[in-house]
Nanobody, 118 residues
Framework: QVRVVESGGGLVQAGGSLRLSCAAS????????MGWHRQAPGKERELVAG???????FYGNSVKGRFTISRDNGKNTIYLQMNNLQPEDTAVYYC????????????WGQGTQVTVSS
């Protein structure tokens, strides 16, 4: 089915920035929503940011003002610009896409590791 692949994770010092990318490929008749969640060791997966087909964006409270989600309108690709990263942002970041392919479906990527050092 639809494959979701994240990239751009890595190691960065506190205060630094990273830009994550997420590309979805496969049979997607209609883009509905794409977004990012993250999960730190021993923690529940939490919402980071999302963007809808109408360009509405939303963010988790912990990243508001620091992270920005955007979409490439020419393809099913989104980005997460992460600024002023802090150690508490360390987590595996997962991308998801909600789409229409006969029925409404959701696919998840395998995640990309973001590590922020002091």
């Amino acid at each position: 089915q639809v494959r979701v692949v994240e990239s751009g994770g890595g190691l960065v010092q506190a205060g630094g920035s990273l830009r994550l990318s997420c590309a979805a490929s496969g049979t997607i008749l209609s883009f509905t929503e794409m977004g990012w969640h993250r999960q730190a060791p021993g923690k529940e997966r939490e919402l980071v940011a999302g963007i809808t087909s109408t360009a509405t964006t939303f963010y988790g409270n912990s990243v508001k003002g620091r992270f920005t989600i955007s979409r490439d309108n020419g393809k099913n690709t989104i980005y997460l610009q992460m600024n002023n990263l802090q150690p508490e942002d360390t987590a595996v970041y997962y991308c998801s896409i909600e789409y229409w392919s006969g029925t409404r479906r959701i696919s998840w990527g395998q995640g990309t590791q973001v590590t922020v050092s002091s």
